[in-house]
T-cell receptor, first 116, second 110 residues
Framework: AQSVTQLGSHVSVSEGALVLLRCNYS??????LFWYVQYPNQGLQLLLK??????LVKGINGFEAEFKKSETSFHLTKPSAHMSDAAEYFC??????????????FGQGTILTVHP | DAGVTQSPTHLIKTRGQQVTLRCSPK?????VSWYQQALGQGPQFIFQ???????QRGNFPDRFSGHQFPNYSSELNVNALLLGDSALYLC?????????FGPGTRLLVL
């Protein structure tokens, strides 16, 4: 079984400030980890993913995340927030194999607000 | 190259009715997954289709059923609609581990 916990349902930052969105996961098998962004009334857009290899992964729009197995975390960061980053962000996990392969389990989401 | 497309974009039904939602995957993708996203929540996995068969299923009742066609497109059917079925229904397609989502169909059950 897999689960995802996103700490903080709402995060507010000033434009130009560091963005840090927290994600912790639980998985009984090696995980694949994803961050998606959702703008109002739209579907989900893939920001970045970790499957294997380098634990620091870079995504679109300047976002990056680091897979830390010992902490079961996959936090999302961006050095400098932009107004256009305001959206809802979802962390998701799937199994790298086994019977749950291909099923994404999502966190509850974090709404990011960016103030001018 | 078109991404994942879904139809219709919006739908209003009444309790007890049946609904069919449609999804066309990205070119080259052979696997389609369906998710339900209630307001203010993360998406919940309904089921996944591969080679025209249901490969995995989440914790949803049998009122939710699906189909995948030889061209990999897919349908989600919901029978005996309940008020609680009101949600955004998302389709995702994949060829390996990464799923790409469509814009969703927003279903309102009155």
């Amino acid at each position: 079984a897999q689960s995802v916990t996103q700490l903080g349902s709402h995060v507010s930052v000033s434009e130009g400030a560091l963005v840090l969105l927290r994600c912790n996961y639980s998985s009984s098998v090696p995980p694949y980890l994803f961050w998606y962004v959702q703008y109002p009334n739209q579907g989900l857009q893939l920001l970045l993913k970790y499957t294997t290899g380098a634990t620091l992964v870079k995504g679109i729009n300047g976002f990056e995340a680091e897979f830390k197995k010992s902490e079961t975390s996959f936090h999302l960061t961006k050095p400098s927030a932009h107004m256009s980053d305001a959206a809802e962000y979802f962390c998701a996990v799937s199994a790298a194999g086994g019977t749950s392969y291909g099923k994404l389990t999502f966190g509850q989401g974090t709404i990011l607000t960016v103030h001018p | 190259d078109a991404g994942v497309t879904q139809s219709p974009t919006h739908l209003i039904k009444t309790r007890g009715q049946q609904v069919t939602l449609r999804c066309s995957p990205k070119s080259g993708h052979d696997t389609v997954s369906w998710y339900q996203q209630a307001l203010g929540q993360g998406p919940q996995f309904i089921f996944q289709y591969y080679e025209e068969e249901e490969r995995q299923r989440g914790n949803f009742p049998d009122r939710f059923s699906g189909h995948q066609f030889p061209n990999y497109s897919s349908e989600l059917n919901v029978n005996a609609l309940l008020l609680g079925d009101s949600a955004l229904y998302l389709c995702a397609s994949s060829s390996q581990e990464t799923q790409y989502f469509g814009p969703g169909t927003r279903l309102l059950v009155l």
